[in-house]
């Protein structure tokens, strides 16, 4: 049985997807009950709550472990998680990290760094997934960019990120979890080399048969249009910003081409698949 924590969110709900796909024996930890998880085994739990740990390993020998995103207590939850892990014997912990963990500037990929560091010492044999920018964080603006032309960003045009398709993503984790050759490797998923947001916006023009153009979003007004974040998402959100617009976040598809045994999915294959 493969565990699948933050089953619910985005990353979740691919990873459990592919697992399903592949008639694996999946068990799906979620905070509420959900539809639409055919195949898995369901747990429902509190992942800052020591009890559950113990009750949703049970009968698993590998889990891909994903902390929510922007979760203040991420590092509380992988202690959590690896202390379960530990007493359950798990046979294989997949941590679900992110691109360059070590930018102390960005508090969740510090945050995961800590949690990384507690893998390496935990004595469980483990293999680390650090994606890049997924493609999908585009979706919740599609049907402005599609319909008004605008890509909106609190970030400058100029800035340059690594793209990964959240489903290369998931075959990658199906492929990981599933041969042990993996263990004790850290490995990169990007799908894209670094892409300009204009850039981004050219392709997106080119792929939707209409103009679409880049549009900076002042902080001001995105904190405005955000203000139902909590302090600590809208913070590591505005850090998170600030360094990207400073260094961007670059990385290299080389590793997800060889774990995938093809070209990963580019911008253009995933605006394409909308
Ligand atoms: N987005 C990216 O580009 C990107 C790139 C690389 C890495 N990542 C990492 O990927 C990870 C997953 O991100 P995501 O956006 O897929 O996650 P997400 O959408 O935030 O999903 C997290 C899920 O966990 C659940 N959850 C929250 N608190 C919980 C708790 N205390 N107990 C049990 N379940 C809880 C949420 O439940 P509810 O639905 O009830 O809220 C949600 O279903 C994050 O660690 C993120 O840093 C993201």
Redesign the pocket.
């Known amino acids: 049985m493969i565990l699948v924590?933050?089953?619910?969110?985005?990353?979740?709900r691919a990873v459990v997807a592919n697992l399903v796909s592949r008639n694996l024996p999946v068990r799906a930890?979620?905070?509420?009950p959900f539809i639409g998880f055919d195949g898995a085994d369901i747990f429902v739990?509190?992942?800052?709550?020591e009890a559950d740990w113990a009750i949703a390993m049970q009968g698993v020998e590998k889990v891909y472990f994903?902390?929510?995103?922007?979760?203040p207590n991420?590092t509380l939850?992988g202690k959590l998680a690896l202390t379960a892990a530990r007493r359950a014997k798990i046979k294989h912990f997949v941590y679900?990290?992110?691109?360059h963990p070590q930018t102390h500037e960005m508090p969740?990929h510090w945050n995961?760094l800590r949690v990384e560091e507690m893998v390496f010492v935990s004595g469980i044999p483990f293999t680390i997934l650090?994606?890049?920018?997924?493609m999908?964080?585009l979706l919740p603006q599609w049907s402005a960019i599609k319909q008004r032309g605008f890509l909106r960003l609190p970030y400058p045009a100029r800035t340059k990120l690594s793209f990964?398709d959240l489903q290369d993503v998931a075959e990658a984790a199906a492929i990981v979890l599933s041969d042990e050759t993996y263990v004790g490797a850290t490995l990169e998923l990007a799908g894209t080399s670094a892409l300009s947001q204009s850039r981004v916006a050219e392709l997106l023009t080119a792929e939707l048969n209409r103009p679409v153009f880049f549009e900076e979003v002042s902080l001001v007004d995105w904190v405005e249009e955000n203000s139902k974040l909590s302090v600590y998402e809208r913070d590591t959100l505005l850090a998170m910003f600030g360094y990207y617009a400073n260094y961007g976040l670059v990385g290299n598809p080389a590793v997800l081409g060889m774990i995938l045994d093809r070209t990963p999915h580019d911008l253009t294959d995933f605006i394409q698949s909308q």
Do not use: F, M
């Open positions: 924590t933050g089953a619910g969110g985005k990353t979740g930890w979620l905070r509420q739990g509190d992942l800052e709550n994903i902390c929510p995103n922007l979760h991420e939850i679900h990290s992110v691109l969740h995961k650090q994606p890049a920018t997924y999908q964080n990964v």
